[in-house]
């Protein structure tokens, strides 16, 4: 008790910030407690007056989805309608369950109770409904669905009248609620007004006090900042944290100097680590020169067989003008495929050697692949790395329909996004799990066989790296999948230039 007694006495900043927070909080715990407990039995009011309505409103609007879910799968038997049926079913099931078994506050309402039991008869005849339908029984599903739409008729009408009655209770509680509202906001004025005067009082003291030494400080702090550290040592007596501040200020000032000489071997020392830092920049860029270089691939072999082998077998059969053609474009797509990665080639480029290999994967596979080609005549100009899409094409063959018997779609466009030009293959093969998705999107493509059946032996890994490279960017390729459905690579690329195609 002495020591507490003692501190109390002492002349602190800390002693006056203190008393005056504490008078400010347990003022403001007080109006908080009041209207914490005022706010809360409003609330509670405020629920009992609107449960009902809530309540009436939101079966309404779920009796209107469920017709309407009802109404296209019978007219379609669409598996998803049906589906999203069941759904506002059970919804309103156990709706009905509730107000029937008294668990709604109002259950013992005796309209709200036939409503219930309307909601039962409503759903029974969905049920008759959807088991006509399911027999093919066309004039028992529509005059099923009939009698529905007049049960639901029927009960709208009763939730109006129901809501009518509703009203007028809430019209008294409303005007109670008003009255107590006027009463919160008169409380809430008077310790805003007690919490006001309490803040001006303290302000005051505090800034007299405060003032005086900091003034006296921040002339001596003028003098250093002009070059002069022989600061004039003035005393005097004010609050104890301004005593010890202004004699840490004149400790200080007598170490400037020292200081400042510390810096200056700081700046010579940070000059140093900046030329270091310099060199390390041109040695990385230098690795990832190489680095580019080392990402180059040879052509496959056994692509270069298995194509031969078809230009071979369509020379047999046809008198070879088709096989001339054949190996016009197979000689192009080579003469393509090996030039350097180092290359700059234009958008337009990329997708006139995409449709020379679409040419070759006609001969080899006929109908069973279709491939589609649209480049906005804006963006075919931008320049990129050679050797792009292709093997994006080949990784959406070689993976995408490995087990699909149907024929396969190829959708490939370009176009202008803003700063950006994309650049999108979209494939309806068997798509990508969700866990192999999130790895490519962070751009790990260490479990992806790139090189298992691409003529150029580049995949897609290659292909990131090189175009990471070559734009200066990391997020530059994105990854959409859905199982069994379809999958798209896109390729965000900084715009450059545009010409046509």
């Not at 598996?79 to 099931?93: A, G, I, K, P, R």
């Not at 409380?187 to 005051?204: D, G, H, P, R, T």
């Not at 170490?255 to 700046?267: A, G, P, R």
Request: charged fraction near 25%.
């Amino acid at each position: 008790m002495n020591r507490i007694s003692t501190w109390m006495l002492r002349n602190t900043l800390k002693r006056k910030v203190f008393s005056f927070i504490l008078v400010l909080l347990l003022c403001f715990l007080s109006g908080f407690i009041y209207t914490f407990y005022v706010t809360f039995r409003v609330n509670e009011q405020i629920n009992e007056m609107f449960s009902t309505s809530i309540s009436l409103k939101a079966m309404n609007e779920e009796m209107r989805e469920f017709e309407s879910h009802l109404e296209t799968y019978l007219a379609s038997k669409n598996s998803d309608s049906f589906v999203q049926y069941l759904d506002t079913y059970n919804l309103l099931n156990a709706r009905s369950k509730a107000i029937i078994a008294g668990e709604s506050p109002y259950a013992s309402n005796l309209q709200l109770k036939n409503i219930g039991h309307l909601l039962e008869a409503y759903l029974d005849t969905s049920e008759k409904a959807i088991e006509y339908k399911r027999g093919r029984n066309t004039e028992g599903y529509l005059d099923a669905y009939g009698d529905l739409l007049n049960i639901g008729g029927y009960i709208e009408h009763k939730v109006s009248r129901l809501e009518a009655l509703d009203f007028e209770v809430n019209l008294e509680n409303y005007q109670q609620l008003t009255a107590q509202f006027a009463e919160i906001q008169t409380n809430l004025v008077i310790i805003a007004i007690l919490l006001i005067a309490l803040s001006v009082i303290f302000v005051f003291t505090f800034s007299v006090g405060v003032a005086t030494p900091i003034v006296d400080l921040s002339e001596q702090a003028q003098a250093i900042a002009s070059g002069d550290y022989h600061v004039k040592r003035v005393k005097g007596t004010h609050f104890k944290e301004a005593e010890l501040l202004r004699d840490t200020f004149y400790d200080m000032a007598s170490h400037i100097q020292e200081y400042i000489d510390e810096l200056k071997d700081k700046v010579e020392t940070e000059n140093k680590l900046r030329l270091s830092e310099t060199e390390k920049l041109k040695i990385q860029n230098s690795l990832n020169q190489a680095e580019l270089m080392a990402l180059q691939s040879q052509i496959n072999p056994h692509f270069l067989f298995n194509t031969l082998n078809a230009g071979m077998q369509l020379a047999i059969i046809e008198d070879a003008e088709r096989t001339g053609h054949f190996l016009e474009v197979l000689s192009a797509l080579f003469r393509y495929n090996i030039q350097s990665l180092q290359n700059k080639v234009k958008l337009s480029q990329e997708f006139e050697n995409a449709q020379k290999y679409y040419e070759l994967m006609k001969v080899r596979f006929g109908d069973q692949f279709t491939f589609r080609f649209q480049c906005s005549p804006e963006v075919a100009g931008t320049e990129m790395p050679p050797l792009i899409l292709q093997p994006i094409i080949e990784n959406a063959l070689i993976h995408g329909f490995r087990n699909k018997t149907e024929s396969g779609l190829i959708d490939i466009r370009a176009y202008l996004s803003g700063e950006h030009v994309c650049v999108e293959v979209l494939d309806n093969g068997e798509g990508i799990t969700e866990t192999d998705l999130e790895r490519l999107n962070r751009g790990d493509f260490t479990k992806v066989s790139d090189r298992v059946g691409h003529t150029t032996g580049l995949g897609l890994g290659n292909v990131y790296e090189r175009l990471r490279h070559f734009f200066g960017v990391d997020e530059i390729m994105v990854f959409e999948s859905v199982v069994s459905s379809h999958t798209k690579v896109t390729i965000r690329l900084p715009r450059k230039e545009s010409e046509s195609c």
